[in-house]
């Protein structure tokens, strides 16, 4: 089975901080991917990677920058915390053709 | 983007059968999926189809595909409470993958 693992399930930081989400995925996957999901809008993609050290934006990528060093490897980072990034962040994965495989979410607090 | 529509809401009794509706927009779609969200979760995968596919069954679960009309159903069988979730429809082209907003299934006892 994929298992997509994310660092924390519930983390608060404080406005103007640097936050980190890591996401670790195990089946030597291509894609990777990052969402925010809040009430009423879906899932909203972020950022997303096909590749080591490759990144393309997404639908809503100000105020969020993405690392992709190793292949198993996706982070997440909030560059100055803003309390309208308080959100559930979702990472997923997946091979070419194949279905997207997710993490079990970081439920993300900034005060 | 392409879209992809489902209604929000949907209740039913324990024991009925339950229907949640999906449309899309993208006719070159490969594969089209079913996820399930429990409160506080992240998304897990419940079946996917092939795009030149009509049916699909596993167990409790019943996806139908009309690709003329671009429309997506999960019918789940004797629906229990542990059913109550968000379910998600999405599509995928190649690299391209959309997912539709989510239907907050209720089921009541």
């Known amino acids: 089975d994929v298992k997509v693992t994310q660092s924390s399930r519930y983390l608060v930081k404080r406005t103007g901080e640097k936050v980190f989400l890591e996401c670790v995925q195990d089946m030597d996957h291509e894609n990777m991917f990052w969402y925010r999901q809040d009430p009423g809008l879906g899932l909203r993609l972020i950022y997303f990677?096909?590749?080591?050290?490759?990144?393309e934006k997404g639908d809503i990528p100000e105020g969020y920058s993405v690392s992709r060093e190793k292949k198993e490897r996706f982070s997440l980072i909030l560059e100055s915390a803003s309390t309208n990034q308080t959100s559930m962040y979702l990472c997923?994965?997946?091979?070419?053709?194949?279905?997207?495989?997710f993490g079990d979410g970081t439920r993300l607090s900034i005060l | 983007g392409e879209d992809v529509e489902q209604s929000l809401f949907l209740s039913v009794r324990e024991g009925d059968s339950s229907v949640i509706n999906c449309t899309y927009t993208d006719s070159s779609s490969t594969y089209l999926y079913w996820y399930k969200q429990e409160p506080g979760a992240g998304l897990q995968l419940l079946t996917y189809?092939?795009?030149?596919?009509d049916m699909k069954q596993d167990q409790r679960l019943t996806v139908l595909l009309n690709k003329k009309d671009k429309h997506l159903s999960l019918r789940i069988a004797d629906t229990q409470t542990g059913d109550s979730a968000i379910y998600f429809c999405a599509e995928s082209s190649g690299n391209q993958f959309y997912f539709g907003t989510g239907t907050s299934l209720t089921v009541i006892p």
């Open positions: 997923a994965s997946r091979e070419f053709n194949q279905p997207q495989h």
């Open positions: 990677s096909y590749d080591v050290k490759m990144k």
């Open positions: 189809i092939f795009s030149n596919m």
